[in-house]
């Protein structure tokens, strides 16, 4: 649904995206994380057809941003991380002139309208004026303006900004029902305990470039190496040891459960339990600890950054 090949992009100064490749399949939730300056912004606008990188291709819906970016404006839908409403606007005339605005003809519109309005869980407020919403609300009307003439792509830049913790809640809703809907959807946000509720996918950049290995799973046990937990019947003190003597990586270990590194997916998982229960361990619990995205976050940042080349032409 989304292909980004070898995407940079240069500000005056300095070059902000170097070579980014990756791919969002249809219907998955890619989480975009990273540091301040990281470049999700401007990726995110190259994605958009607002900005046109400097060298590469970016694919949205089988339409590229460079040589048709009306038809990318109408295959998607996007939110930037300060958006404006015209608060004198009711809810319904705000997504009316959304649908207009975006190309739906002046007999759908009003059915378009009300249709992002139920999306979002604003029929209720039809008649109110933007400017009377909370923000939680207004969230949500920026985002039933940004889907009202049904695209297929949907990208966000920091959605749960501001909001409080039952507004992020509902938006965290929100995103997994539009998933479900088979939207793609790509999110940017510094919130990972957020983005733990809906992400299927995480894309870390740091200094302009896709770190670690690109789009993994969020939330996943990684495919060549997991976390087991192990847990016995009856406790052992040397329990550490025992485990150790198997050659196994042990992170931690008490008297009745331990956790340890295991390499070679699921076959390598079920010959590391029949070893156990040969080795004459009770093993009440053996199972994947599963990785959440705070741990795969931190696990890519602890990896070297690479040195980002200087522009040609500037002094080195």
């Given at each position: 649904?989304?292909?980004?090949?070898?995407v940079?992009?240069?500000?005056?100064?300095?070059?902000?995206?170097?070579?980014?490749?990756f791919?969002?399949?249809?219907?998955?939730?890619?989480?975009?994380?990273?540091?301040?300056?990281?470049?999700?912004?401007?990726?995110?606008?190259c994605?958009?057809?607002?900005?046109?990188?400097?060298?590469?291709?970016?694919?949205?819906?089988?339409?590229?941003?460079?040589?048709?970016?009306?038809?990318?404006?109408?295959?998607?839908?996007?939110?930037?991380?300060?958006?404006?409403?015209?608060?004198?606007?009711?809810?319904?005339?705000?997504?009316i002139?959304?649908?207009?605005?975006?190309?739906?003809?002046?007999?759908?519109?009003?059915?378009?309208?009300?249709r992002?309005?139920?999306?979002?869980?604003?029929?209720?407020?039809?008649?109110?004026?933007?400017?009377?919403?909370?923000?939680?609300?207004?969230?949500?009307?920026?985002?039933?303006?940004?889907?009202v003439?049904?695209?297929?792509?949907?990208?966000?830049?920091?959605?749960?900004?501001?909001?409080?913790?039952?507004?992020r809640?509902?938006?965290?809703?929100?995103?997994?029902?539009?998933?479900?809907?088979?939207?793609?959807?790509?999110?940017?946000?510094?919130?990972?305990?957020?983005?733990?509720?809906?992400?299927?996918?995480?894309?870390?950049?740091r200094?302009?470039?896709?770190?670690?290995?690109?789009?993994v799973?969020?939330?996943?046990?990684d495919?060549?190496?997991?976390?087991?937990?192990?847990?016995?019947?009856?406790?052992?003190?040397?329990?550490?040891?025992?485990?150790?003597?198997l050659?196994?990586?042990?992170?931690?270990?008490?008297?009745?459960?331990?956790?340890?590194?295991?390499?070679?997916?699921?076959?390598?998982?079920?010959?590391?339990?029949?070893?156990?229960?040969?080795?004459?361990?009770?093993?009440?619990?053996?199972?994947?600890?599963?990785?959440?995205l705070?741990?795969?976050?931190?696990n890519?940042?602890?990896?070297?950054s690479?040195?980002a080349?200087?522009?040609?032409?500037e002094?080195a």
């Amino acid at each position: 649904m989304i292909l980004v090949r070898d995407v940079a992009y240069d500000y005056p100064s300095a070059r902000v995206l170097h070579a980014v490749s990756f791919e969002v399949a249809e219907g998955a939730v890619l989480a975009l994380v990273g540091p301040n300056g990281a470049g999700k912004t401007t990726l995110l606008r190259c994605m958009a057809a607002l900005d046109e990188p400097a060298e590469g291709a970016i694919s949205i819906d089988g339409l590229d941003t460079r040589n048709d970016p009306r038809a990318v404006h109408a295959a998607l839908g996007y939110l930037p991380d300060f958006f404006g409403l015209y608060d004198a606007l009711t809810v319904r005339q705000s997504l009316i002139y959304a649908a207009r605005s975006r190309g739906v003809a002046a007999a759908a519109a009003q059915q378009a309208a009300l249709r992002a309005a139920e999306r979002v869980q604003l029929t209720d407020r039809l008649d109110a004026a933007a400017g009377h919403l909370s923000r939680g609300l207004r969230q949500r009307l920026a985002i039933a303006q940004t889907i009202v003439h049904g695209p297929r792509v949907l990208l966000l830049d920091e959605p749960a900004a501001g909001l409080d913790p039952e507004a992020r809640r509902a938006l965290s809703d929100l995103i997994t029902r539009l998933a479900g809907e088979g939207m793609t959807i790509v999110v940017s946000s510094h919130i990972l305990a957020e983005l733990e509720d809906y992400s299927t996918r995480m894309l870390m950049l740091r200094d302009g470039r896709v770190a670690g290995d690109g789009v993994v799973a969020a939330g996943e046990p990684d495919e060549n190496s997991s976390l087991v937990r192990i847990q016995l019947a009856a406790p052992r003190a040397d329990l550490a040891a025992v485990l150790a003597g198997l050659g196994l990586a042990v992170e931690s270990a008490g008297a009745d459960e331990a956790l340890a590194r295991v390499t070679g997916g699921a076959e390598a998982e079920a010959a590391l339990l029949a070893r156990l229960v040969g080795a004459g361990l009770a093993v009440r619990a053996f199972s994947p600890v599963r990785r959440t995205l705070e741990q795969t976050y931190l696990n890519e940042a602890r990896r070297p950054s690479p040195t980002a080349p200087a522009l040609k032409g500037e002094w080195a």
